[in-house]
Protein backbone atom coordinates (compact mmCIF):
# COMPACT_ATOMS: atom_id res chain seq x y z
CA UNK A 1 0.00 0.00 0.00
CA UNK A 2 1.48 3.35 -0.48
CA UNK A 3 1.71 5.78 1.65
CA UNK A 4 -1.15 8.10 -0.39
CA UNK A 5 -3.54 4.98 0.23
CA UNK A 6 -2.40 4.87 3.34
CA UNK A 7 -3.50 8.25 4.28
CA UNK A 8 -6.37 7.81 2.21
CA UNK A 9 -7.91 4.69 4.34
CA UNK A 10 -6.84 6.80 7.43
CA UNK A 11 -8.86 10.01 6.98
CA UNK A 12 -12.39 7.90 5.84
CA UNK A 13 -11.77 5.42 8.38
CA UNK A 14 -11.89 7.86 11.17
CA UNK A 15 -14.66 10.99 11.41
CA UNK A 16 -12.17 13.33 13.00
CA UNK A 17 -8.25 13.12 12.10
CA UNK A 18 -5.63 15.33 12.92
CA UNK A 19 -2.07 14.83 11.50
CA UNK A 20 0.12 16.31 13.87
CA UNK A 21 3.77 16.46 15.56
CA UNK A 22 3.48 14.30 18.66
CA UNK A 23 0.08 13.21 20.19
CA UNK A 24 -3.47 14.70 21.88
CA UNK A 25 -1.28 13.87 25.21
CA UNK A 26 1.82 15.47 24.29
CA UNK A 27 2.10 17.50 21.45
CA UNK A 28 5.36 18.82 19.97
CA UNK A 29 4.23 21.67 18.49
CA UNK A 30 2.84 24.38 19.86
CA UNK A 31 0.64 24.92 16.83
CA UNK A 32 -0.39 21.16 17.06
CA UNK A 33 -1.09 21.59 20.77
CA UNK A 34 -3.46 24.44 19.80
CA UNK A 35 -5.86 22.42 17.57
CA UNK A 36 -5.83 19.50 20.12
CA UNK A 37 -7.02 22.06 22.56
CA UNK A 38 -9.87 23.29 20.38
CA UNK A 39 -10.36 19.41 19.59
CA UNK A 40 -10.53 18.77 23.27
CA UNK A 41 -12.63 21.80 24.38
CA UNK A 42 -15.43 21.27 21.56
CA UNK A 43 -15.06 17.19 22.77
CA UNK A 44 -15.03 15.83 19.93
CA UNK A 45 -13.55 12.33 19.16
CA UNK A 46 -11.10 12.52 16.71
CA UNK A 47 -7.68 10.45 16.01
CA UNK A 48 -4.35 11.81 15.86
CA UNK A 49 -1.64 10.65 14.04
CA UNK A 50 1.97 11.17 14.84
CA UNK A 51 3.67 12.78 11.65
CA UNK A 52 7.22 12.73 13.57
CA UNK A 53 7.12 9.00 13.64
CA UNK A 54 7.74 8.15 9.89
CA UNK A 55 9.60 10.56 7.33
CA UNK A 56 7.32 8.42 4.58
CA UNK A 57 4.14 10.40 6.42
CA UNK A 58 5.76 13.52 7.26
CA UNK A 59 6.04 13.94 3.52
CA UNK A 60 3.70 11.86 2.20
CA UNK A 61 0.68 13.82 3.92
CA UNK A 62 1.69 17.20 2.80
CA UNK A 63 1.98 16.15 -0.92
CA UNK A 64 -1.99 14.19 -0.25
CA UNK A 65 -3.49 17.49 0.84
CA UNK A 66 -1.12 19.81 -1.13
CA UNK A 67 -0.37 21.45 2.29
CA UNK A 68 2.88 22.31 3.01
CA UNK A 69 2.65 22.48 6.68
CA UNK A 70 1.70 20.48 10.05
CA UNK A 71 -0.63 20.18 11.43
CA UNK A 72 -3.30 18.72 9.52
CA UNK A 73 -6.99 18.45 10.26
CA UNK A 74 -9.27 15.85 8.45
CA UNK A 75 -13.08 15.81 8.85
CA UNK A 76 -15.33 13.14 7.09
CA UNK A 77 -12.03 12.47 4.89
CA UNK A 78 -12.04 16.41 3.83
CA UNK A 79 -9.49 18.56 4.53
CA UNK A 80 -10.51 21.27 6.85
CA UNK A 81 -7.27 23.66 7.13
CA UNK A 82 -3.66 24.13 9.44
CA UNK A 83 -3.31 25.88 12.87
CA UNK A 84 -4.93 29.12 11.83
CA UNK A 85 -8.17 28.08 9.39
CA UNK A 86 -8.80 25.91 13.00
CA UNK A 87 -8.30 28.33 15.03
CA UNK A 88 -10.43 31.62 13.01
CA UNK A 89 -12.70 28.87 12.01
CA UNK A 90 -13.30 28.07 16.01
CA UNK A 91 -13.59 31.83 16.96
CA UNK A 92 -16.04 32.24 14.39
CA UNK A 93 -18.08 29.39 15.29
CA UNK A 94 -17.60 27.72 12.09
CA UNK A 95 -15.52 24.46 13.41
CA UNK A 96 -18.79 23.86 15.32
CA UNK A 97 -21.11 24.42 12.46
CA UNK A 98 -19.08 21.92 10.68
CA UNK A 99 -18.83 19.31 12.69
CA UNK A 100 -22.54 19.88 13.07
CA UNK A 101 -23.60 19.52 9.38
CA UNK A 102 -20.87 16.53 8.98
CA UNK A 103 -22.77 15.09 11.44
CA UNK A 104 -19.72 14.40 14.19
CA UNK A 105 -20.76 14.59 17.76
CA UNK A 106 -19.45 17.30 20.09
CA UNK A 107 -19.52 16.94 24.38
CA UNK A 108 -19.99 20.16 24.76
CA UNK A 109 -21.95 22.66 22.88
CA UNK A 110 -19.29 25.62 23.30
CA UNK A 111 -20.33 29.16 22.35
CA UNK A 112 -16.88 30.63 22.91
CA UNK B 1 25.13 37.51 11.76
CA UNK B 2 21.37 35.93 12.20
CA UNK B 3 19.81 39.15 12.09
CA UNK B 4 21.35 39.69 8.53
CA UNK B 5 20.06 36.08 7.83
CA UNK B 6 16.30 36.23 8.84
CA UNK B 7 15.90 40.02 7.84
CA UNK B 8 16.98 38.70 4.08
CA UNK B 9 14.17 35.80 4.35
CA UNK B 10 11.82 38.15 5.28
CA UNK B 11 12.73 40.65 2.90
CA UNK B 12 12.37 37.67 -0.04
CA UNK B 13 8.75 36.80 1.48
CA UNK B 14 7.88 40.13 1.34
CA UNK B 15 9.00 40.73 -2.02
CA UNK B 16 7.25 37.30 -3.58
CA UNK B 17 3.97 38.50 -1.97
CA UNK B 18 3.97 41.55 -3.26
CA UNK B 19 4.96 40.64 -6.75
CA UNK B 20 2.05 37.92 -6.55
CA UNK B 21 -1.08 40.02 -5.08
CA UNK B 22 0.09 43.26 -5.12
CA UNK B 23 -1.54 43.75 -1.56
CA UNK B 24 -3.01 47.14 -0.63
CA UNK B 25 -0.94 46.44 3.31
CA UNK B 26 1.61 43.99 4.09
CA UNK B 27 3.20 43.10 7.12
CA UNK B 28 5.88 40.24 7.82
CA UNK B 29 7.13 39.53 10.99
CA UNK B 30 9.65 37.32 11.78
CA UNK B 31 8.99 35.71 14.92
CA UNK B 32 12.00 32.77 15.14
CA UNK B 33 13.05 34.33 18.35
CA UNK B 34 9.75 33.49 20.19
CA UNK B 35 10.34 29.73 19.42
CA UNK B 36 13.56 29.14 20.81
CA UNK B 37 14.13 25.80 21.67
CA UNK B 38 11.36 24.59 19.93
CA UNK B 39 11.24 21.54 17.55
CA UNK B 40 11.28 23.56 14.04
CA UNK B 41 13.73 26.07 14.86
CA UNK B 42 17.49 26.51 14.18
CA UNK B 43 19.83 28.82 16.67
CA UNK B 44 20.18 31.87 14.25
CA UNK B 45 17.49 31.25 11.56
CA UNK B 46 14.81 32.71 9.79
CA UNK B 47 12.00 29.63 10.45
CA UNK B 48 8.64 31.31 12.08
CA UNK B 49 6.85 33.82 10.41
CA UNK B 50 4.05 35.78 10.60
CA UNK B 51 2.01 37.12 7.76
CA UNK B 52 -0.89 39.87 7.69
CA UNK B 53 -2.25 40.40 4.11
CA UNK B 54 -4.86 42.55 2.62
CA UNK B 55 -5.27 41.92 -1.01
CA UNK B 56 -8.30 41.74 -3.84
CA UNK B 57 -7.18 38.64 -4.43
CA UNK B 58 -8.38 36.95 -1.41
CA UNK B 59 -12.46 38.69 -2.19
CA UNK B 60 -15.04 36.20 -2.26
CA UNK B 61 -12.26 33.37 -1.21
CA UNK B 62 -12.33 30.46 1.28
CA UNK B 63 -9.95 30.36 4.26
CA UNK B 64 -9.02 27.39 2.41
CA UNK B 65 -8.38 28.85 -0.48
CA UNK B 66 -6.95 32.02 0.85
CA UNK B 67 -4.16 30.15 2.48
CA UNK B 68 -3.15 27.86 -0.60
CA UNK B 69 -2.63 31.08 -2.31
CA UNK B 70 -0.22 32.39 0.06
CA UNK B 71 1.28 28.86 0.46
CA UNK B 72 1.78 28.46 -3.31
CA UNK B 73 3.69 31.78 -3.40
CA UNK B 74 5.80 31.19 -0.82
CA UNK B 75 6.36 27.01 -1.92
CA UNK B 76 9.85 27.61 -2.19
CA UNK B 77 10.40 29.14 1.18
CA UNK B 78 8.08 26.30 2.55
CA UNK B 79 10.25 23.82 1.37
CA UNK B 80 13.37 24.97 2.65
CA UNK B 81 13.90 26.58 5.73
CA UNK B 82 11.02 28.23 6.90
CA UNK B 83 8.95 26.00 9.30
CA UNK B 84 6.35 27.75 10.31
CA UNK B 85 3.96 30.61 8.70
CA UNK B 86 0.93 32.04 10.21
CA UNK B 87 -1.08 33.84 7.56
CA UNK B 88 -3.70 36.80 8.14
CA UNK B 89 -5.57 36.89 4.87
CA UNK B 90 -8.65 39.48 3.73
CA UNK B 91 -9.80 41.26 0.99
CA UNK B 92 -9.62 45.51 1.35
CA UNK B 93 -13.81 45.42 2.21
CA UNK B 94 -13.50 42.95 5.16
CA UNK B 95 -13.03 43.63 8.85
CA UNK B 96 -8.88 43.26 9.71
Known sequence: MSISDWIGNEVKSSDVVLFMKGNPQ???????????????YLGVPYKGI????SDELR???????????IPQLYVKG??????????????????????KDKGVSMAVKASA | MSYVTTMH???????????AFTPADLEVIDE??????HAGHRPGGATHFQVYIVAKAFQ???????????????????AGGVHALAIHATA?????
Not at chain 1, 26 to 38: D, E, L, R
Not at chain 1, 59 to 69: C, D, E, N
Open chain 1, 26 to 40: FPQCGFSGQVVQILD
Open chain 1, 50 to 53: NVLE
Open chain 1, 59 to 69: QGIKLYSQWPT
Open chain 1, 78 to 99: EFVGGCDIIREMFQAGELQTLM
Open chain 2, 9 to 19: TRDIITRKLTE
Open chain 2, 32 to 37: SDKHAG
Open chain 2, 60 to 78: GKSRLERHRMVNAALAEEL
Open chain 2, 92 to 96: PSEPP
